[in-house]
C-alpha cells in the first residue's frame, strides 16, 4: 500500500477553499472536463521523461446519479506507449464536517486489475481570519501484476507528484489564482 500525505496553508478563508471545493465536487458531478481543465490542470506528462514511466491518460467522465459515483475512463501508459485502454474506474465521494475541518473522503470501488484498494482523505480547516490549511492523507494498493513495475521511486514520481499538484491546485484557486496548463507551463520555464 503507498500512502502519500501533504498539507499547504492557503492564504485564504475558509470560506474560499470550500467554494472552491464545492465547484469541484458540482464538476464532478455535472460537467467533468471542467473538472479535467480546471482542478487536473498542469497534471500531466512531466518535462523530465523519466518521471513519466507509469502515466494515466484521462478520456472521459460522467457522473452516476442513481448510485452516486463517478465513472472514469483511462488509458495507461506505460514509458508514454499505450499498455491498457479504457481502463474504468468508479469512485463515490463522500463530505462530512466536524466542528470547523471539513473532509472529503474519495473511495475508488472498482479499478479493474489497475487498483486493488485506493482510498483518500481531503480536508480543510481555518487555522486564522484569513488562513486555512488544506490537505490529503492518500492510499493507493496497486493491482498484482502493476505491483511489478510500480516501486516507490515510480510511485514518488508519478503518484505523489500528481496528488500534491492536485492540492496545490486546490491552493491557487482559493487564493484567486487561475490555475490551468499554461500556468504550470509558465511556472516551469521560470528561472
Not at 34 to 53: I, W
Not at 119 to 136: C, D, Q, R, S, V
Request: aromatic share 12%.
Amino acid at each position: 500500500m503507498f500512502h502519500t500525505t501533504y498539507e499547504t496553508e492557503v492564504t485564504a478563508t475558509a470560506d474560499s477553499c470550500n467554494a472552491v471545493v464545492d465547484d469541484m465536487i458540482y464538476c464532478l458531478q455535472t460537467n467533468p472536463e471542467l473538472l479535467s481543465e480546471q482542478y487536473f490542470a498542469g497534471l500531466g506528462m512531466q518535462e523530465d521523461t523519466d518521471k513519466n514511466a507509469f502515466y494515466l491518460e484521462w478520456k472521459e467522465s460522467t457522473y452516476v446519479p442513481e448510485k452516486q459515483y463517478s465513472r472514469l475512463v483511462l488509458d495507461v501508459l506505460v514509458n508514454e506507449k499505450p499498455f491498457l485502454r479504457d481502463v474504468v474506474i468508479e469512485a463515490m465521494v463522500t463530505d462530512s464536517l466536524s466542528g470547523d475541518r471539513r473532509d472529503i473522503r474519495v473511495d475508488i470501488h472498482y479499478a479493474g486489475t489497475l487498483i486493488k484498494e485506493a482510498y483518500g482523505l481531503f480536508h480543510i480547516m481555518p487555522t486564522g481570519e484569513n488562513t486555512a490549511k488544506i490537505g490529503m492523507d492518500v492510499h493507493v494498493k496497486f493491482g498484482w501484476f502493476f505491483r511489478i513495475f510500480i516501486s516507490r521511486k515510480v510511485y514518488s514520481e508519478t503518484i505523489d507528484w500528481r496528488l500534491v499538484r492536485f492540492v496545490e491546485n486546490l491552493r491557487l484557486r482559493s487564493e484567486g489564482i487561475v490555475v490551468d496548463d499554461a500556468y504550470w507551463e509558465a511556472v516551469a520555464t521560470q528561472p
